[in-house]
Each structure stands twice: as C-alpha cells, then as structure tokens.
C-alpha cells in the first residue's frame, strides 16, 4: 500500500475549508445519503422512515453528494449496536430497504445479493477502519456464509459521518443463513428440528433467551443464549423450549466423562469442521470477544443436518490487538484462555469452549487445517496483501475525510492498545501485530501431537502379535491406520468396507516391520457414514477389527 502523506499533511481536499469537517464535497467511494422524515428521532428500538440515495463514482473517478444517484427510495432507519454504540461517537445503524407502502424491498446494493435488511458498521475505535473488512474476507474463504459488505461515504440528514461498511445483517435466507425457513405452525416432527440462530451475547429486554443449566466458571450464574431466528416475534414456545433443550443436551455431554465418544460425545452433536474453522479465525484475530459474546451458531432441520454449525462470524473491531484488556493487545497466548488470563470480567469463555478445543483429537484437526490455510490464505504474504487491498479500497481521500470527520488519530478511544498518531502508523502497527500473531500461532500449533490415538483404545490382537490405532477419527479426507508389531516382519491384509458389507478399500501382503509404521488411506471420496477395517496378521490370530467414522 502507498498512502501520499501521513493524515497529518494530507490535502483536506475533500472537505469545505473553516472547519466545516462534518462537510463532504468530494468522495472516491460511493455515498450513501440518509434523510430521516421530519418530526422522528432517531433511537435503537424503533425504525423511524426516511428516503436514501445511493452515489456511485465512475472507475477511478469521484462524486459529491449532489450527483446523481444511482439508487434511491424510502427506508426505515435506527441505531444498533450495545458497546459499540454506547462508546462510540461514531454511530452504526440498520436499515431496512421499503416500498412506497413501508413494506419490505429486497433490492441489490452495490452488487450484493437483493434483501431488505442491511446494517451500517462503523469502525471507530478501530482506526485501521478494516479489522472487521479482514475477518469478513478470511470467512468469505473458508465459511458457508460470511457477511459481505462494502465501504461507503455516510452522509445522515446532510452531515457527512465518516467511512462505513454497508453489510449484510445476520439472516435466514437462501443468499445468507442458508437453513430451513420456519413458521409459527412447525411444532412438531422434522419441522421443529430447523433451522434456529442462537448466539452467546449480551442481552437486551426484547430478546428471547434461555440460559444455560451450568455456571460460568468461577461465577455464580449461567450465560444466557439469545435466538436471532426465528425472530422474537414469530417464535413459539415449542420451539424455543427445543432448542433451549437440545443446546442443554449437548452441555450436559461436554460436561461428563465420556465427551468426545464418537458415538454418544460432541461428534454426534457439532459439524467439527466449521468449529475448526471458527476456532483458527478467532484465534488468528485474537478476538477478545471470542466464544463469550457475538458468537453465533445455527442448526438446520435434521433431515439436512443434524448438527450445530459454529457460525456465522461477527464483530470484530476489537480483533488484531485492539484492545488494551484481558491481554487482547498480547501477539502471543491463546484467545480461548480469555478466562484463564481474566477471570473477573463479567462475561468469561463456558467451560465446553476450552474442554472441546483441548481434546486431541480435535487439536489434531485444527494442526491439519492450520497448516493447509498457512500454505495459501492465512499465508504472511496473503494477509499483507489484503490488509494493503482494504486499505487502497477505502483511498486516501476517504480515509483523510473520516479522520477529518472524527480526529482520534492522537488520541486514545476505548480500548485502544496503540495510539500512533498518523493513519500509516496505525496500519503500520496492524501488520506488525498481524506477522508477529502468525508466527507464534507457527511455534504453539507445532507442538500438538502429530499422531493421535482414536478415543477408542487401540485394537490388540489376542495373541499378542500387535495392535492397531485409526486417526483421526472421525476423519474427512484421510484417515491413518498406525501398526505396531510385536514380532517380526510379516504381510498385512487390510480390508475396509461401509455400513452395507461393501469394499471401499483393500490392501494386500502390506509387509509391516516391527514397531510403528503408518498407513495412509485417502477418503476424500466416501460418502460420510460408518466404516470398518478388517486386519489380518498372516494366517496366525484373530484379525483386528475396529470401526471408522466418515464425516
């Protein structure tokens, strides 16, 4: 990224001169100008009608906000946001896109799908103005579904308000949240297993809750979770009472001996990739906010997925060391120990967050992925570049304008960690932590196991020949089959087949040494479902037999 000057010396040519900061005259990206109906004040409960009208700038090009508009229409408008709103001076919102009768509009904005619910994200204390573009890009890879977004001049009854990202709001939809659609008739059956979005998070009077039957730890009272789907007022009390149910089932599993059966444990009852997945983003981003508030999850029917998703991601403007608490500043420690490094905070990680992410095999899961996204997306070169990306994206003109706007470039907003005073020392400090983050995350995930011993006890043969270990287990691309002799060389037979007897895989006269040695069997192919090995050790003893899990 090449900025021409530090804030400081930029040419204030986007603004009128005399002060007039609150002022846009110019804007190389799109301005969204927002006019509330007279007689409304605007509040967080509470749409209020207005009009819109959307400027776009030709390629390289620039607008002002008595161009011509490309969109325009009516909308409902309010505040959101709880911490974010209440220590920024800098206010988001959301919007909802209507008819001329106030009825819902699903209209296409800046090239994202058509809908009519959308939210304005203002990055205040973040002064990179990207922390959450990055982790919203990252998801976008790696996720079923992460909000799109676009940056935008704001412009609110004529005063400019600074650079925001116009985002898709958390939805079911086929183009967002991609479950089941429910209705207040569907109590009983598959109908009622899906889909729900729930989430840990603070809680406000309107919302529909139920808590957990199991203290945080250290505290005397449990975490509440909050149902964003369906909405609090559609919902009915056959469905709250089965989700509420089925989350204190797959607590009360995670909190007995017998947790991580593949049968009965968290295999039965979470999709573990996208836990895995969930896990590195936090973990890359050090979110101080991770696994105890904006964490969502969604379950669609069971008739199309049984099991938990972790997701979708939100909320990340105290992410990459923005935040001088808990040790959210620190490049180096786990983000899922929050509780560990601050056990007085209110709102600390619940005790399945860090029993799941400790089991091994798990750990041995996100080794794997870790070092696959290092190779390509979460690479150092990868992640400048899209830090640069973002940057050229929001332009100089738009980031001068911002801070002209809003100028806390000298001064620490809550819960800066780092005040660098320029715009270029802000983004300076962003890659640094950023490097230094994926380089310790290198040296701490090297030290998970390679190998992985099943969570059943390895197969032994009855005669004492040998044994016989299958990991991961469950597996999705590969699983590895470890032998360890007890006795000389001897040929190995190895035959897999699936529930209904038929061969997936076979392997004949594998000569095994004594001690271990690994056999790799790819299962990229396989339908996901139950499998079972069948080893034989020559014509002596009976063969190992043992059963595999494809997800």
């Not at 609150?22 to 804007?27: A, E, Q, R």
């Not at 979460?378 to 706007?405: C, E, H, Q």
Request: aromatic share 12%; proline share 6%; with cysteine.
């Amino acid at each position: 990224m090449k900025l021409l000057f530090t804030l400081l010396f930029s040419v204030p040519f986007c603004f009128m001169v005399f002060g007039q900061t609150n002022v846009l005259t110019n804007s190389n990206l799109p301005i969204l100008s927002i006019t509330t109906s007279p007689g409304f004040v605007l509040d967080r409960t509470t749409n209020i009608p207005g009009t819109y009208r959307l400027i776009v700038p030709p390629n390289g090009g620039t607008v002002t906000p008595s161009s011509t508009p490309q969109q325009q229409g009516t909308l409902g408008i309010r505040y959101r946001g709880k911490t974010s709103f209440d220590l920024s001076d800098k206010k988001p919102y959301t919007i909802e896109i209507q008819d001329a009768k106030g009825e819902d509009l699903d209209v296409s904005i800046l090239g994202m799908p058509a809908e009519s619910d959308w939210v304005l994200l203002a990055p205040f204390s973040d002064k990179s103005l990207i922390r959450e573009a990055i982790v919203y890009r990252l998801g976008q890879k790696v996720m079923p579904w992460a909000p799109r977004y676009r940056f935008v001049n704001l412009v609110i009854n004529g005063s400019y308000d600074g650079v925001y990202m116009l985002a898709e709001r958390l939805k079911r939809n086929k183009n967002r949240i991609n479950i089941t659609k429910m209705s207040k008739a569907d109590t009983i059956g598959d109908k009622l297993t899906g889909g729900y979005i729930w989430a840990f998070d603070k809680t406000d009077a309107r919302d529909v809750t139920f808590k957990s039957q199991i203290n945080l730890p250290g505290k005397t009272y449990a975490p509440d979770y909050v149902i964003f789907y369906p909405d609090d007022d559609e919902i009915v009390t056959k469905q709250r009472s089965y989700i509420r149910d089925w989350m204190r089932n797959f607590e009360a599993v995670m909190n007995g001996a017998q947790f991580n059966n593949l049968q009965t444990g968290y295999p039965k009852y979470i999709d573990i990739n996208s836990f895995v997945d969930n896990v590195l983003i936090n973990e890359l981003s050090k979110n101080v906010d991770a696994y105890r508030l904006s964490t969502y999850f969604h379950k669609d029917a069971d008739s199309k997925n049984p099991k938990m998703v972790a997701g979708p991601i939100w909320d990340y403007n105290l992410a990459f060391g923005n935040a001088n608490y808990c040790q959210g500043a620190l490049t180096s420690g786990w983000g899922y120990d929050f509780t560990t490094a601050c056990p007085t905070d209110f709102w600390v990680i619940h005790f399945w967050w860090p029993k799941l992410i400790n089991e091994p095999d798990f750990r041995f899961r996100i080794k794997r992925r870790w070092t696959e996204l290092r190779k390509g997306m979460y690479s150092t070169t990868n992640m400048m570049k899209l830090v640069d990306t973002l940057t050229n994206t929001i332009g100089t003109p738009s980031i001068t304008a911002n801070f002209n706007r809003w100028p806390i470039l000298n001064r620490n907003v809550w819960p800066n960690a780092f005040v660098g005073g320029s715009y270029d020392a802000e983004i300076t400090y962003l890659k640094n932590w950023i490097t230094q983050r994926l380089d310790w995350m290198d040296r701490a995930i090297a030290e998970i196991p390679d190998r992985v011993v099943s969570v059943n006890d390895p197969k032994v043969t009855d005669d004492g020949l040998g044994e016989i270990s299958v990991y991961p287990n469950p597996a999705t691309d590969q699983f590895n089959l470890e032998f360890r002799l007890f006795t000389t060389e001897r040929p190995v037979d190895i035959e897999i087949t699936d529930i209904s007897g038929r061969k997936v895989y076979r392997q004949e006269q594998w000569f095994v040494s004594r001690g271990p040695k690994v056999l790799e069997v790819p299962s990229a192919n396989w339908s996901p479902g139950v499998y079972f090995y069948r080893v034989s050790l020559g014509e002596k003893g009976t063969p190992l037999v043992g059963r595999m899990v494809k997800q």
